[in-house]
Every structure is written in C-alpha cells, then in structure tokens.
T-cell receptor
C-alpha cells in the first residue's frame, strides 16, 4: 500500500482555465476528504465522500468547484474558471469508515498556481 | 472566525530540551483533538490525539494535555530531536462543529525549530 496518492503534484494555469486533480486513496478506506490549504493557514475542509456518495460540502466549495468519486475508488476535484484566489495546496485524505474524525491519512497534495 | 487557535507562529527549542506547543479552541462542540506534523512538500501526518473525556494521552516522546475548562490543549515533546523540526497543526472534530460531521478544523500551525 503506497498511501494516498495525488496527481499532479504541481499545476500552473491561467486565470479562467479549468483544472482537474486526482486522488487515489488507500484501497481499503471508504471515506475520502478534500481540504484546501493556503499560505500561513491550516488545512480547510472542503468536502467528503463515503464510498461514492458525497455526504457534505463546505461553504468554501463554490459552484465553480465540483468533486466526484465514481465507483467509490479514486476521486477528482475540478475547478472551473479558475481565479487567482484559488491558488492553494489541495489536499486529499482517506480513512476507514467511522474513524474519519479520529484522524486520517493525507496525501502530499496538489499545489495550484493561478497566474 | 478561528475556532482553533495556535497563537505562536514559530517556536525555537534546543535539542534535548522540552518543546511545548499550545492550542486554544472556542467551540464547545469539539470532543476530539488531534495533532498533525507537516514537513515541507508533504501532507500532514497524524501524530497523536485525545478524547475530551481524558486529560492526558502519551505516546513515546509525545504527550498531549487537555484542559477542557480552559479550552486549551498542549503538545509536549521530550526530548526534542532535530527530526522534530516541522510545522505542527492542532485540529479538532465534533458533530456539527463546522468541519462537516466527519471533518477536522485546523489551527494555523506552529513552526517548531530544533536547534543543535
């Protein structure tokens, strides 16, 4: 098991373009989370999935953001019409069911720079 | 509104001494607290946690203390080692606490620097 994998590690895009990130969780983990971390801040919760069902979305997740987890395996996070304020580290994490709030495993993140 | 606060952006400690990292919270719905450690270019790594029904949890060199009445927790590292140099995040969870039913609310982190 290689842990939580995120791709790409870095993404530079022009303002207004769409971007998509991928997260592959630990295989036996049912729950998958997306967080965003900006400079000087801690990670901020965006959304999470239980298998393929998206159970909760933060108010931080504007309508330009969409996340999917088809078949309850990997997940994608898409940002449409990117803005400079979207520049951040996007972190994915996974956990076994029912243990999420007791700590989970993060990936190394995708760093997005919008120019 | 910061529900989890780490008021020290950085802390410098001599190798072999005790490192004490502090965290305050405001939301009384939090009932589980965690510490994560983060190296540059890596995701946060879970370190230690504590339930609100306890006031202390120990794991090797790491001990977390919880003072519910003061809404304060601290992480003690004894003895401090060079590999402990990292950013440490305090996080909290609890039903309807704002991080999602299963989400964590993080502080801004404290950069711990262990000096030889």
């Amino acid at each position: 098991d290689t842990g939580v994998s995120q791709n790409p590690r870095h993404k530079i895009t022009k303002r207004g373009q769409n971007v998509t990130f991928r997260c592959d969780p630990i295989s036996e983990h049912n729950r998958l989370y997306w967080y965003r971390q900006t400079l000087g801040q801690g990670p901020e919760f965006l959304t999470y999935f239980q298998n393929e069902a998206q159970l909760e979305k933060s108010r931080l997740l504007s309508d330009r953001f969409s996340a999917e987890r088809p078949k309850g395996s990997f997940s994608t996070l898409e940002i449409q019409r990117t803005e400079q304020g979207d520049s951040a580290m996007y972190l994915c994490a996974s956990s076994p069911s029912l243990l999420g709030r007791y700590g989970y495993t993060f990936g190394s993140g995708t760093r997005l720079t919008v120019v | 509104d910061q529900q989890v606060k780490q008021n020290s952006p950085s802390l410098s400690v001599q190798e072999g001494r005790i490192s004490i990292l502090n965290c305050d919270y405001t939301n009384s719905m939090f009932d589980y607290f965690l510490w994560y450690k983060k190296y540059p270019a890596e995701g946060p790594t879970f370190l230690i946690s504590i339930s609100s029904i306890k006031d202390k949890n120990e794991d090797g060199r790491f001990t977390v203390f919880l003072n519910k009445s003061a809404k304060h927790l601290s992480l003690h590292i004894v003895p401090s080692q060079p590999g402990d140099s990292a950013v440490y995040f305090c996080a909290a969870s609890g039903a309807y606490s704002g991080g999602g039913a299963d989400g964590l609310t993080f502080g801004k982190g404290t950069h711990l620097i262990i000096q030889p």
